[in-house]
């Protein structure tokens, strides 16, 4: 059974931090490309950022550049979104998700295989 659990939201502050995790299991995590997407109610889903498999090529959107940090450790086959300088309108579920693909840019339109729950990130004072 393929799972993706997210874990880490919460509420905060503007200007603070959050580090989300996604585990992963079900699946062989290393030969996906992980991403992390949100949605805000009204809103249109934004893709935020991207890893490759291996760990060393990422992209972000420019709406959360230079704040946020995705990463990967595959041997924990763990994906994480550490989000730094929040501002309110970072408010939203986000979602990791994994697909075949091997691009690396946040502007594609990917084809996900498989997707979690979501966690909610509030960010207000």
């Known amino acids: 059974q393929v799972q993706l659990v997210e874990s880490g939201g919460g509420l905060v502050q503007p200007g603070g931090s959050l580090r989300l995790s996604c585990a992963a299991s079900?699946?062989?995590?290393?030969?996906?490309?992980m991403t992390w997407y949100r949605q805000a109610p009204g809103k249109e889903r934004e893709l935020v950022a991207v890893?490759?498999?291996?760990?060393?090529?990422?992209d972000y959107a420019d709406s959360v550049k230079g704040r946020f940090t995705i990463s990967r450790d595959n041997a924990k086959n763990t994906v994480y979104l550490q989000m730094n300088s929040l501002k309110p309108e970072d408010t939203a579920v986000y979602y990791c998700a994994a697909t075949k693909s091997l691009a690396i840019a946040t502007r594609i339109q990917y084809n996900y295989d498989y997707w979690g729950q979501g966690a909610q990130v509030t960010v207000s004072s």
């Open positions: 079900g699946f062989t995590f290393t030969s996906y490309t």
């Open positions: 890893i490759s498999r291996g760990g060393m090529n990422t």
